[in-house]
């Protein structure tokens, strides 16, 4: 066993690092192309009921330590995506990131994924910026429990759920998705945001808001984890702004069971997930972590 090994529940991970939704997780291939670079599982991109081509240009810019994008969800809906995941499946673990409007949305997409082959599910409940999806919903406790526990109901794979950082309530609503039945709670998703261009005296997006991501995010995501640490008891998965072994260690040090990098994808390359692979296990070696599991949460008293 490699000291790399983990586990987030029932899903067992040989490296602990897998790619968050959104990046590089749309086609078999681009999945496959990630699993190959290192990823000890790729999250899909969210997936809705129909296809959709997503928000005009400008979707996506830079800013200063990370980027700012409003995609609008774009993507083949779930009866074309079974074509992705049958190539991508068999040659790795595959999360099915979905994006349901409600809770029969929600059962429907999940049950296609989980028929798909898919490892398990992650709910998007945290888009900053879709109307009637994502953090709309995510933002309601009652209403987390309740789409939690409907898809916990419908299929077997473990259920994930991603939530957001925009809200002073995350652990009431991390406790909503644990009372609901969830395996697993994966913080955070992208900080509301807004990027405005002086020349043309307007919101640069077409959307106008979207979600901020990379390593300006990183010690929002490590709070986050470190307060559902101690309120919660199901594993954690740890994502925002990760761009190598230092940005790992503080997220499981604050008390992830893995984490997942998006941002850093497309900054370094896939070549991200093995820098980081070496570099953490040589840390763990020097510092006397044997695993995963030995370094998790050993920065929250
Ligand atoms: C999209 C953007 C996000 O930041 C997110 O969390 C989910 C979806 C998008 O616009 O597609």
């Keep these: 066993m490699s000291a790399l090994n983990t586990a987030v529940g029932k899903v067992t991970l040989e490296t602990p690092g897998m790619v968050a939704s959104g990046i590089m997780d749309e086609t078999g291939e681009s999945m496959v192309r990630m699993l190959q670079a290192g990823a000890g599982a790729v999250v899909s991109k969210s997936i809705g009921m129909e296809p959709k081509a997503g928000h005009a240009n400008p979707c996506f810019t830079e800013v200063a330590g990370g980027l700012v994008n409003a995609m609008g969800l774009p993507g083949p809906g779930i009866e074309l995506f079974k074509e992705e995941m049958e190539i991508a499946t068999p040659k790795g673990k595959i999360v099915g990131s979905i994006a349901g409007g409600n809770v029969s949305e929600f059962i429907t997409l999940a049950t296609k994924m989980e028929e798909y082959g898919a490892c398990a599910v992650e709910l998007n409940l945290s888009c900053p910026h879709a109307k009637g999806h994502g953090m709309e919903l995510g933002t309601d406790p009652a209403l987390v429990k309740e789409i939690v526990s409907q898809v916990k109901g419908s299929v077997k794979v473990p259920v994930w759920v991603k939530l957001t950082p925009n ?57 986050a984890i470190y307060d559902l640490y101690k309120v919660v008891s199901i594993p954690l998965v740890g994502v925002g702004g990760i761009c190598n072994w230092r940005d790992a260690a503080e997220y499981i040090m604050a008390g992830a069971s893995a984490f997942q990098v998006g941002s850093a994808v497309l900054t370094d390359g896939p070549e991200v997930f093995s820098r980081i692979n070496t570099d953490l296990q040589k840390f763990m070696e020097e510092y006397g972590y044997d695993s995963i599991a030995s370094m998790r949460g050993v920065a929250n008293e």
């Design 167 to 223: 809200t002073h309530i995350l652990p009431q609503i991390a406790l909503a998705a644990q009372d609901g039945g969830a395996d697993a709670v994966v913080a955070i998703n992208t900080l509301k945001a807004m990027v405005i261009s002086p020349e043309f005296a307007k919101p640069f997006l077409s959307n106008k808001f979207g979600g901020l991501s990379g390593a300006a995010v990183k010690p929002v995501g490590v709070r």
